[in-house]
């Protein structure tokens, strides 16, 4: 019998959070980002608010695990945005960070550094981001991301192809019906028209009883208990690979301490290895030791978000529409100004959140939606983002560049 493996793979994201930015800032103050201590949009607040929920009972509850375990691993990605706040507002929790990855067992995955939608509206701009992200990942952590996720994990055929012609050996996706069709996500795939790459689809259903269902007194699986999950896929037949795919504050932040999450993840590994057939392994090491089972053709766009797993989360309305074309429009005067600055602010208004927080779906995406903003409603996120474009373009016709 050949060994099951589960892939567990943590995303950690923040984003620079627009302040209360008002038409009377424009042209006066170019700070968009910077809310006072105690605003619910003050992005320092924020990271150490989930530092101390998340971040670091987390990292430390994973590295005594990979030191009980030897055959305990994870993966993660982590975005430039969040390091760079870390690095500026809580060093200690980057090196928490840090201290995991040296264990050796932890790979890091490859992304956008703002954690941008770029893919969709410039191939320059999103190489750039994904050549700063790699060189942020070998300047603070020392490695070489080897397997590519895009932002939010939106994926398609064209973005395989680019990342096979990029030399990454892997990719990740959501494993959604509509692609798989009769298929599992439990194996590893290849993508349709590329020639080395593979591809590892997120098992969303078990992904999400963990992130989403954990503490839902109402779900019929509560509670969830690590041998529960654990002889869940034990029972599985058919399998290779089990895919966790899930926010990095998943652990403490989205099911809170008091939930049981974090006696839910110290005992996973104990509960899975009871079994000698089965392990753990990083992305790339699923990669490397499965065959590919079939191959996977994905023309539509595919995300991990909301009902439809599409990019309607960030694109599904007319503001969101028109704020992000508006700033892709900027691309050529931006970094023509040669401003560091300027260009740094433009970057940071790409992150996907602000687009995000745009949403006006209802029901329970709309609850998600309200839940992840700042903002009371997403007009307010609308007209934020918006003055905060409107200075961009006062700063270049300052500079007399012709918007």
């Not at 779900?219 to 896929?233: G, I, Q, R």
Request: glycine fraction near 4%.
């Amino acid at each position: 019998m050949s060994k099951k493996a589960i892939v567990l793979y943590l995303h950690v994201h923040q984003p620079y959070r627009i302040r209360h930015y008002t038409i009377f800032d424009t042209a006066n103050s170019h700070d968009y980002f910077d809310a006072p201590i105690g605003d619910r949009r003050s992005n320092e607040s924020i990271v150490h608010k989930v530092a101390e929920k998340s971040y670091i009972p987390t990292n430390n509850k994973l590295i005594e695990l990979l030191e009980r375990h030897p055959e305990f691993k994870i993966s993660m990605s982590i975005t430039g945005t969040v390091l760079d706040q870390l690095q500026q507002w809580s060093p200690a929790t980057l090196h928490s960070f840090q201290r995991l990855v040296a264990t050796g067992r932890v790979e890091i995955v490859a992304e956008t550094y703002h954690h941008s939608l770029a893919f969709f509206y410039s191939l320059a701009e999103f190489e750039m981001q994904v050549q700063m992200h790699r060189e942020k990942v070998q300047e603070l952590f020392g490695q070489t991301p080897q397997v590519f996720r895009n932002t939010e994990l939106s994926y398609n055929n064209d973005l395989a192809y680019w990342a096979d012609r990029a030399g990454y050996k892997g990719i990740l996706a959501e494993g959604w019906d509509p692609v798989l069709g009769w298929r599992s996500p439990n194996f590893v795939y290849r993508p349709t028209y590329t020639n080395n790459i593979r591809l590892l689809m997120k098992n969303y259903k078990l992904s999400d009883d963990i992130a989403f269902r954990f503490s839902d007194q109402n779900w019929s699986e509560w509670p969830l208990t690590a041998d529960k999950f654990a002889n869940w896929l034990n029972d599985t037949p058919e399998a290779t690979n089990f895919n966790l795919f899930m926010d990095y504050e998943t652990f403490g932040e989205h099911q809170w301490g008091d939930s049981g999450i974090f006696g839910f993840l110290e005992h996973l590994p104990s509960e899975w290895l009871k079994n000698p057939e089965n392990t753990f392994m990083t992305v790339s090491e699923a990669i490397d030791s499965f065959d590919a089972r079939d191959h996977v053709d994905t023309p539509q766009t595919t995300t991990w978000a909301d009902t439809e797993r599409d990019l309607s989360a960030w694109l599904g309305n007319p503001m969101q529409h028109e704020a992000i074309n508006a700033l892709y429009d900027l691309q050529t005067p931006i970094i023509k100004s040669g401003d560091l600055a300027l260009i740094d602010d433009w970057r940071k208004l790409q992150t996907s959140d602000h687009f995000y927080y745009m949403c006006t779906k209802w029901f329970s995406d709309g609850d998600i939606h309200a839940y992840f903003s700042p903002y009371e409603t997403p007009y307010e996120a609308y007209t934020n983002f918006l003055n905060a474009y409107h200075d961009l373009k006062f700063r270049l016709t300052e500079k007399g560049i012709e918007v």
